[in-house]
């Protein structure tokens, strides 16, 4: 059956139908949603990651090198439609009755994700890390241990300052062993309002941290937790963060038309709460749109995650002008790197990458966050050799981000060239990958 006489996703239904799988299976094997599935087989949606290539030949028995010869739809018919404005999103309905349309389904999915098993996840990974943050979400505070001394306002804004730093400084274990603790403190201090804001941020960080360490079940509903805080609280801006944290739970679920209009909606509608400061509108409102520009390039649409991403610069160069500060430059520039790959086009994700200097980005975390970006891009590109350097640069710079799923994925994939890169192996070993 050659190449030019069927589709990938026609391939694609008749594997599946020769293993006599439903779709739900063969989503599920993937851990990607029916619909994302659905979308896939209808030729509607592509599939350009290599990494996804390879997972999608392992479960279908078939050759990587045939699935990448398979045509696949253009740019234009994967997303015929632009999103509306967000004005117009919210004149058919109050924004109650749209929070609630929203909220249903988004619930229901979070309940699946959390009481479902993770199919294909390693045991390791559905134990220890996140045993007290899922113990809080589940059972409240009951088994949460009593702190030695009385939360106190001034305790708890320390913890929040303590837990950003953790998180940037890619200290994942101590995180995640403190969050528990720390969110029930921020619930019993201060006014409702006040607590409210502090719970969000700290849920906030809790989703992030959940997405690092690759526990899928517990990421929907902490960033229900995040925003339902947000809203109670009222700022503005924790709120778009918690926004663009349901946004991220969507797109992991696979809903990724509903996860970039979310952040969409939330920039537009910051940017006209003139409540905040412009230059905080504008930095956040960069920070919602390269998120948003990043799940376009996951669906293929090449035009529009294009248009959001260069809103995105032109926000984050707005507010660096008003404050002199670059880190949202920076950040913009960083999910662009992800928005080249994403599309498949890895030489122009190395390009830009060589134009960032990984010493002037603040964090560890974010260090790593690019040394893996770039990694990705080399082993879209096949340069295996390059890909495996950028990996060991991650690993120096935040040693716990090389267990995130992608670098195990990558590893896998190097181990391929083990002859001709000493030392994978002991790196795919340390990325948690069983490699005997």
Same mark, same amino acid.
């Given at each position: ?5 069927i ?6 239904? *008749?594997?599946?139908?020769? =293993? ?9 094997e993937?851990?990607r ?18 990494t ?12 990587l090198?045939e +699935?990448?010869? =398979? ?13 509306k ?21 988004f ?7 959390l ?22 979400? *589940? ?5 949460i241990? !009593? ?28 995180l995640?062993?403190? +969050?528990p ?6 619930? !019993?201090?201060?006014?409702p ?6 719970? %969000?941020?700290?849920?906030? +960080?809790?989703?992030? *941290? ?10 929907a509903?902490?960033?229900d937790?995040? =925003? ?13 963060? @918690?926004?663009?944290?349901v946004?991220?739970?969507?797109r ?17 509608? =910051? ?20 998120? !948003? ?11 529009y995650a ?11 160069a707005? %507010?660096?002008?008003?404050?002199? *500060?670059?880190?949202?430059?920076q950040?913009?520039?960083l ?7 994403? +599309?498949?086009? @890895? ?5 830009? %990458?060589a ?29 295996p ?11 120096q ?6 267990r ?5 994925d ?6 391929r ?13 340390r990325?948690?990958v069983?490699?005997?």
């Amino acid at each position: 059956m050659g190449a030019s006489s069927i589709t990938f996703g026609k391939f694609i239904a *008749l594997r599946r139908t020769q =293993l006599d799988w439903t779709q739900l299976r063969l989503a599920t094997e993937l851990d990607r949603s029916e619909d994302w599935m659905s979308q896939v087989e209808r030729d509607v949606q592509q599939v350009k990651d290599l990494t996804l290539l390879r997972r999608f030949a392992d479960v279908l028995g078939c050759e990587l090198d045939e +699935l990448i010869a =398979l045509p696949q739809p253009a740019a234009d018919r994967v997303r015929s439609r632009r999103r509306k404005p967000a004005s117009a999103t919210l004149t058919s309905t109050s924004a109650a009755e749209e929070d609630d349309v929203r909220r249903r389904p988004f619930m229901a999915l979070a309940a699946a994700a959390l009481f479902s098993p993770a199919v294909g996840q390693q045991a390791a990974h559905s134990e220890a890390p996140l045993a007290g943050l899922e113990d809080l979400l *589940l059972y409240g505070t009951s088994r949460i241990p !009593a702190p030695r001394r009385e939360p106190t306002p001034e305790s708890v804004a320390a913890s929040l300052v303590t837990s950003r730093q953790e998180f940037k400084a890619a200290r994942y274990d101590a995180l995640a062993k403190a +969050l528990p603790g720390r969110i029930a403190a921020a619930q !019993a201090v201060g006014t409702p309002e006040g607590s409210s804001r502090n719970v %969000a941020q700290l849920y906030n +960080l809790a989703v992030r *941290l959940c997405i690092k360490v690759g526990d899928n079940n517990l990421v929907a509903i902490t960033a229900d937790r995040a =925003l339902t805080s947000a809203r109670a609280g009222g700022d503005p801006l924790v709120t778009a963060e @918690a926004q663009r944290m349901v946004s991220s739970s969507w797109r992991r679920q696979g809903s990724l038309s509903r996860a970039t209009d979310i952040v969409v909606v939330a920039a537009e509608e =910051l940017l006209a709460d003139t409540s905040v400061p412009q230059t905080a509108r504008l930095a956040t409102r960069g920070d919602l749109y390269a998120t !948003a520009a990043y799940t376009a390039a996951k669906t293929g649409d090449r035009s529009y995650a294009h248009s959001l991403i260069h809103e995105a610069a032109d926000s984050a160069a707005a %507010a660096g002008r008003a404050s002199g *500060l670059v880190d949202g430059i920076q950040g913009v520039a960083l999910h662009e790197v992800s928005v080249h790959y994403e +599309l498949g086009d @890895a030489g122009r994700a190395i390009e830009l %990458a060589a134009t960032i200097d990984p010493a002037t980005l603040p964090t560890a975390e974010r260090q790593a966050r690019f040394f893996t970006d770039v990694a990705r891009a080399f082993d879209q590109w096949g340069r295996p050799e390059q890909c495996f350097r950028a990996l060991l640069a991650a690993e120096q710079a935040a040693p716990q981000e090389i267990r995130r799923g992608v670098v195990r994925d990558l590893a896998t994939g190097l181990l391929r060239h083990d002859r001709k890169l000493p030392g994978v192996r002991e790196f795919a070993a340390r990325t948690g990958v069983q490699t005997v």
